[in-house]
T-cell receptor
Framework: KAGVTQTPRYLIKTRGQQVTLSCSPISGHRSVSWYQQTPGQGLQFLFEYFSETQRNKGNFPGRFSGRQFSNSRSEMNVSTLELGDSALYLC????????????FGQGTRLTVV | GQQVMQIPQYQHVQEGEDFTTYCNSSTTLSNIQWYKQRPGGHPVFLIQLVKSGEVKKQKRLTFQFGEAKKNSSLHITATQTTDVGTYFCAGPSNYGQNFVFGPGTRLSVLP
């Protein structure tokens, strides 16, 4: 079956702009989690969506938001971009049951200049 | 809050040497998972351990879950250049989010 698809793969934005990233999970998976990965901070949890509802949220400012559609595809939005938002953004797909393995997408590399 | 720590942060080994990374959780885990991320790639699931004291092997990789279910280890025997990457452990959060990841151990293998 097809894996987790993230688009776009690379993105360059200017400070102050906003950006939307997309994630299509594995067919049948209802949970999509988003992570920010930077060299110094590792994998930082942003939020998780399950059946169109945000189920969990990490410690990120309100500039980071997301949503999930009825087909389980998810989008993540970052408004008023800052230089520190430059990172690899990964989404992970799972069935949503606690403790089940996560399947990661290739990620979107966001560079803010 | 719940924390998952890993040591060492970095490890450089000569090809053929063994390698071990340790994972410690501040809370008891119902299970623990290990992921590998190659340079430039994304994390890929390796294995899940569930039982106290469980040991699982995948070829040259040996995974162990502590008796108290608060720590785990990954041991690689006779490393190869294909083992290069960052190894993460992850456990279910006590606060609702699906996974809490450790900071990872970056392994370099010198040929």
């Amino acid at each position: 079956k097809a894996g987790v698809t993230q688009t776009p793969r690379y993105l360059i934005k200017t400070r102050g702009q906003q950006v939307t990233l997309s994630c299509s999970p594995i067919s049948g998976h209802r949970s999509v989690s988003w992570y920010q990965q930077t060299p110094g901070q590792g994998l930082q949890f942003l939020f998780e969506y399950f059946s169109e509802t945000q189920r969990n949220k990490g410690n990120f400012p309100g500039r980071f938001s997301g949503r999930q559609f009825s087909n389980s595809r998810s989008e993540m939005n970052v408004s008023t971009l800052e230089l520190g938002d430059s990172a690899l953004y990964l989404c992970a797909s799972s069935t949503g049951q606690l403790g089940t393995e996560a399947f990661f997408g290739q990620g979107t590399r966001l560079t803010v200049v | 809050g719940q924390q998952v720590m890993q040591i060492p942060q970095y490890q450089h080994v000569q090809e053929g040497e063994d390698f071990t990374t340790y994972c410690n959780s501040s809370t008891t885990l119902s299970n623990i998972q290990w992921y590998k991320q190659r340079p430039g790639g994304h994390p890929v699931f390796l294995i899940q351990l569930v039982k106290s004291g469980e040991v699982k092997k995948q070829k040259r990789l040996t995974f162990q879950f502590g008796e108290a279910k608060k720590n785990s280890s990954l041991h690689i025997t006779a490393t190869q250049t294909t083992d290069v990457g960052t190894y993460f452990c992850a456990g279910p959060s006590n606060y609702g989010q699906n996974f809490v990841f450790g900071p990872g151990t970056r392994l370099s293998v010198l040929p």
